[in-house]
Nanobody
Framework: QVQLVESGGGLVQPGGSLRLSCAAS????????MGWYRQAPGKQRELVAS???????NYADSVKGRFTIARDNAKRTVYLQMNSLKPEDTAVYYC??????????WGQGTQVTVSS
């Protein structure tokens, strides 16, 4: 059974930085597409960034140039470095794993609040 555990969320001032981490259990991490999604109150969950097993990355237009996704297969961990944070980045951030076969998995989410 795969488990995804996020950490690193919190309260930060506009312009600040946070790094989210998502540690995965199970053996399929290295071959899975890993992604970070977010959901703000009253809004749909949206893709923030994803990274393939080969390291190819994809970002939402709203975070390009500010956020960086990375993965460490040896640690089975995916990271999201968030710089120049804005109030509109406030949301619950979720880690997602999409294996080659079978259904995907979600973490429990971590709150990110950008406010002065």
């Amino acid at each position: 059974q795969v488990q995804l555990v996020e950490s690193g969320g919190g309260l930060v001032q506009p312009g600040g930085s946070l790094r989210l981490s998502c540690a995965a259990s199970g053996s399929s991490f290295s071959t899975s597409v890993m992604g970070w999604y977010r959901q703000a109150p009253g809004k749909q969950r949206e893709l923030v960034a994803s990274i393939t097993s080969g390291g190819r990355t994809n970002y939402a237009d709203s975070v390009k140039g500010r956020f960086t996704i990375a993965r460490d297969n040896a640690k089975r961990t995916v990271y999201l470095q968030m710089n120049s944070l804005k109030p509109e980045d406030t949301a619950v951030y979720y880690c997602n794993m999409k294996p080659v076969l079978g259904a995907g998995y979600w973490g429990q989410g971590t709150q990110v609040t950008v406010s002065s």
